[in-house]
C-alpha cells in the first residue's frame, strides 16, 4: 500500500471518527432536552392573578442578584427535572428579587423598596422572610396566601424533594417533619 492510500485511509477513518462522534453528542443533547424541564416561575402578581381562578399553594424563592448559592440552588436544584415537575405541578413558582425597587400591591397594602446602606431592601420580602433577610431563602404560602414556612439556605435537590412535598401534599397539617421524615419515599435511591 502507498504512502498517500495509507494517508487516504487514515483520513477517511479519522473523518468517520468525528462525524460518528458529532452524531453521538448532537443525539445526547437532543435526548437530554426532550427530557429537560424547566420551572414555570411568575412574578408575585402573576400567581396572585392566577389563584383567583385555580387555587394552589404558592412557592417562593426569595433571592437577590448578587447571591451566590441563590445561583447554586438555580442551577442545580430548580433546574433538576423531578423538582421543576413537582414545582409546576403543585405550586404557583414565584421568583422574587428582594431588592427589586418597583412597588407590589397585595390584600390592599403596597409593599415597597426600603433604601438600605448600599443596596436596601423589598417590603414584601421582608414581610416573607419575618425580617430575617437571608438569601436564598424559599417561602410556602397556602392556597389563601397565609405562611406555611420560610425555609433559608441552600439545598440540593434529594433534600429539597422531601421538604417540596411535605407541603405540598400538606403533610404539615397532620405530622412533624420528624415523621414526615420517616414515611417519605424519595425518588433519588
Not at 78 to 98: G, M, P, R
Not at 171 to 180: I, L, R
Amino acid at each position: 500500500m502507498s504512502r498517500y492510500s495509507l494517508l487516504i485511509t487514515s483520513v477517511s477513518l479519522l473523518l468517520l471518527v468525528l462525524l460518528s462522534s458529532n452524531y453521538y453528542v448532537n443525539s445526547e443533547e437532543h435526548r437530554f432536552k426532550q427530557d429537560e424541564v424547566n420551572v414555570e416561575w411568575l412574578t408575585f402578581e402573576e400567581a396572585v392573578e392566577k389563584s383567583k381562578s385555580e387555587k394552589r399553594k404558592i412557592f417562593i424563592d426569595v433571592y437577590t442578584d448578587w447571591c451566590g448559592w441563590c445561583k447554586v440552588m438555580d442551577k442545580k436544584t430548580f433546574s433538576e427535572a423531578t423538582i421543576a415537575t413537582y414545582l409546576n405541578e403543585k405550586y404557583y413558582a414565584v421568583k422574587l428579587d428582594a431588592e427589586q425597587t418597583e412597588d407590589i400591591v397585595f390584600r390592599e397594602h403596597t409593599f415597597k423598596f426600603v433604601p438600605n446602606g448600599r443596596r436596601g431592601y423589598h417590603e414584601l420580602a421582608a414581610w416573607l422572610l419575618q425580617g430575617k433577610l437571608s438569601y436564598p431563602t424559599v417561602v410556602f404560602l397556602d392556597e389563601d396566601f397565609n405562611p406555611i414556612q420560610p425555609l433559608p439556605g441552600y439545598r440540593e435537590p434529594k433534600d429539597f424533594h422531601p421538604i417540596l412535598t411535605f407541603f405540598g401534599e400538606d403533610q404539615h397539617k397532620s405530622m412533624d417533619w420528624n415523621a414526615y421524615q420517616r414515611i417519605y419515599d424519595s425518588p433519588y435511591n
